[in-house]
């Protein structure tokens, strides 16, 4: 009996060893993420970050479904995830994936960075980057559209319900509670895509209407919001599950100080 046994105890113990072992190299993996980056400031360090951000995985756009239940779901009703601009908490089943256009109630996929500001659509990578993608509110994400983001306006009514968010002719200000994520995104995609496959998306003080251009503003007021709103526990959680799913991660979540580094 004893000779039988020994076969699968030696298998329970390599099994442990690789275990542990991977999971002590996934830490270092991630202790040593940023090395590159340590000690450099201004142009260095933007280079230095886009160049350990850009490899990652590029999903399909039908698969950002699935991904977003994971990464935005409401941490106290596992079968919701959490609205970015209208905060509401929906059911993951109220996806708009396959569902009649009219029924403006499900939830759609929202880029932070508007795809008309680059002219990216859904293409894989830029298109489909999860850092940029949060879910919402069908008619909250059109009413939003192209809009540049700073403080001002009139309160967005909804036909769903109230909601915190205001708006004027160009620009749109989201609730409070995730001025500061928003501000982080916009800093991840200004750094992930500097002078990528012949786009650079910039911030800049300008909040236009036009369409086409790299281009998303107001920095101030992004910078603002982000000493305003520091990082919490749901954008930390987010950022890991987007590790695990896409393979990069956003530095100014890890790193807030960063900022102030790059955009002085």
Known sequence: MILKKKPLFLFFLIFTLFFFSSC???????????????GKKGSELKTALHEIIREHQK???????????ETDADPDLSGNVILVYSGWSVSKKWEARGKASGNNSYW????IWPKNRGK???????????????????????????????????IYKDPD???ENRFDEDSW???????????RILFYMA???ESEDSRNLELTETVNKSGGTPFIGKLSTLLKWHEEDPVDGFEKKRNEK???????????IDHPEWVKEIWK
Request: one cysteine or more; glycine letters at 8%; hydrophobic letters at 25%.
């Open 242 to 252: 987007i590790y695990q799913i896409q393979g990069n991660r956003n530095p100014f």
């Open 108 to 111: 759609n996929r929202e880029h």
């Open 161 to 163: 319900g109230e909601t």
């Open 120 to 154: 990216f659509e859904t293409s894989p990578g830029i298109g489909t980057d999860l850092h940029n993608l949060k879910p919402e509110d069908k008619t909250v994400n059109a009413k939003r559209g192209n809009l540049d983001f700073d403080e001002g306006g009139e």
């Open 59 to 69: 999903l399909p756009y039908s698969k950002i479904w699935d991904a977003l239940c």
């Open 24 to 38: 002590q190299k996934a830490q270092k993996n991630k202790e040593n993420y940023y090395s590159e980056a340590i």
């Open 191 to 193: 750094v992930r895509y």
């Open 173 to 183: 200000e989201p609730r409070k509670e995730v001025r500061g994520d928003i501000a």
